[in-house]
């Protein structure tokens, strides 16, 4: 048990000493660009999975 928290103690000071941590508005500005990619991304996949499921609906209706 002393080992975990050796290990979680060493984690805290590598984090508090050892980081170079952001500053805020660089933060905020990478976090709106992840967002907006995220939701271009996910409006892509979107429109794919449309694009696939009428085709595969024109498809099975060809074989009727």
Excluded at 28 to 34: A, E, K, P, S, W
Aim: proline share 2%.
């Amino acid at each position: 048990m002393a080992k975990v928290v050796n290990y979680i103690s060493e984690a805290f000071e590598e984090l508090k000493n050892n980081v170079t941590w952001p500053e805020w508005a660089e933060v905020q500005r990478l976090t709106i660009i992840v967002a907006v990619f995220s939701v271009v991304f996910a409006l892509a996949t979107w429109g794919v999975d449309v694009v696939f499921a009428k085709a595969i609906e024109g498809f099975y209706n060809l074989l009727k």
